[in-house]
Nanobody, 124 residues
Framework: QVHVQESGGGLVQAGDSLRLSCVAS????????VGWFRQTPGKERTFVAS????????HYAVGVKGRFTISRDVAKNTVYLQMDSLKPDDTAVYYC?????????????????WGPGTQVTVSS
């Protein structure tokens, strides 16, 4: 089983940027599609962005398209989520998960091997 670890969260002001990282120690990480999701207390985990195993395909949630960019570095076993023009509504715990479907997924149920998450707080 591949184990992932998220990092890069923090407390920022509206309009600022953050870059989240999803890192795995296993090289097989590069065989998986990777998705970023976020969750606030009492709410379901919702889709943010996903990237295919080879980086050729990406999907974004409507609310982050144009502000967030997902990418991956195969040599570093890392998937990044660059978040620009952050808004208070982006405040959440951000998680990355792995998927092996035949098409790039956006549904939470298609992802497994979640990390512990990283907290992002955006103040107004």
């Amino acid at each position: 089983q591949v184990h992932v670890q998220e990092s890069g969260g923090g407390l920022v002001q509206a309009g600022d940027s953050l870059r989240l990282s999803c890192v795995a120690s296993e090289r097989s990480f590069n065989n998986y599609d990777v998705g970023w999701f976020r969750q606030t207390p009492g709410k379901e985990r919702t889709f943010v962005a996903s990237i295919s195993w080879n980086g050729a395909s990406t999907h974004y949630a409507v609310g982050v398209k144009g502000r967030f960019t997902i990418s991956r570095d195969v040599a570093k076993n890392t998937v990044y989520l660059q978040m620009d023009s952050l808004k208070p509504d982006d405040t959440a715990v951000y998680y990355c998960g792995l998927s092996t479907g035949w098409a790039l997924a956006t549904n939470r149920v298609d992802f497994t091997s979640w990390g512990p998450g990283t907290q992002v707080t955006v103040s107004s």
